[in-house]
C-alpha cells in the first residue's frame, strides 16, 4: 500500500499536467497514426485522429483522477527513475534482440533496423511511445484501475503491486495482440520471444504509472529509445 494522499477527485479540478499532454498528444496525432486501433476506429482521417485522441486523453485523465492516479511524477525522484528504467529497459532489449532471440527476429524488423537511418528510426520511435503511453497508460490503465477501485470500493493508491501489475499486463497484452503480432510465417518460439520483448518492457511502464505518475512512464519509455535504437543499430 502506498502512504500518498488522494489528489483532489472533483471532475472540476483540472490538472494542469493535463495541458501539457492534451495539446503535446494532439500535435503526434497529426503527425501519423501508430497505432492500429486508433487507425482503424477513424479510417485513417488524420481530423477523426486527433479529434480521438484528444478524447482519449481528456478521459484517460478524468478516469486517473476518479481512481487517485497521478498524472506528474509523485515522487521528487522520478526524473531518475523514469531515465534508470530507460537505461535499464534499452539494455534488456539489446539482450533479447542482439542476443537471445537474434535468429528468431521477424524479418520485417530487421529490415527496419537495419534499412532506415537512426534519425528516422529515433523520429518514429519518440513519437510512437509518447501515444503508446497516451493510449494504453493514461487511457486503458486509468479506465482498468478505475473499474478496479470502484468495484473494490478503493483507491488506486491502496493496490497491491500484484493488482497494479496484474492491470499493467493486461493492458499490455491488449497493445500486443493489437499492434505487434505479425502475420508473418511463424515458429514455436515467436509467442516466447513477443512475451519477453513487448509485454515484459510494456508491463513495466504501467507499473511506473502506478507507482511514480504518468510522467515517470513517458519520460522513461521514450527516452528509451535514445539509447536502444543506436545500440540496435550497431549490434543488429
Request: glycine share 6%; proline share 5%.
Amino acid at each position: 500500500m502506498l502512504a500518498t494522499a488522494l489528489p483532489d477527485r472533483r471532475l472540476g479540478a483540472i490538472d494542469p499536467v493535463l495541458l501539457v499532454i492534451l495539446p503535446l498528444a494532439m500535435a503526434v496525432a497529426i503527425v501519423g497514426p501508430f497505432d492500429r486501433n486508433i487507425q482503424i476506429i477513424t479510417s485513417g482521417d488524420p481530423l477523426l485522429r486527433v479529434a480521438s485522441i484528444a478524447v482519449v486523453v481528456v478521459a484517460g485523465a478524468v478516469f486517473a483522477q476518479q481512481s487517485g492516479l497521478s498524472l506528474l511524477g509523485n515522487s521528487a525522484r522520478w526524473p531518475w527513475i523514469g531515465m534508470g528504467c530507460a537505461i535499464g529497459v534499452a539494455m534488456y532489449v539489446c539482450l533479447i534482440d542482439a542476443f537471445l532471440f537474434r535468429s528468431d527476429l521477424p524479418l520485417s524488423y530487421l529490415h527496419e533496423i537495419q534499412g532506415q537511418g537512426l534519425k528516422e528510426r529515433l523520429s518514429y520511435y519518440f513519437l510512437r511511445a509518447f501515444q503508446e503511453n497516451i493510449i494504453y497508460r493514461l487511457f486503458l490503465y486509468s479506465a482498468l484501475a478505475w473499474l478496479f477501485c470502484r468495484l473494490r470500493r478503493t483507491s488506486a493508491t491502496e493496490l497491491t503491486i500484484v493488482q497494479a501489475i496484474s492491470i499493467a499486463l493486461v493492458v499490455q497484452l491488449v497493445n500486443v495482440l493489437s499492434n505487434t503480432v505479425s502475420l508473418e510465417p511463424a515458429s514455436a518460439i515467436v509467442p516466447v520471444y513477443y512475451a519477453v520483448r513487448f509485454v515484459v518492457p510494456g508491463t513495466l511502464w504501467g507499473f511506473l504509472y502506478w507507482r511514480f505518475g504518468f510522467a515517470t512512464t513517458e519520460l522513461g519509455h521514450v527516452a528509451c529509445h535514445a539509447f536502444l535504437q543506436p545500440a540496435l543499430g550497431a549490434l543488429l
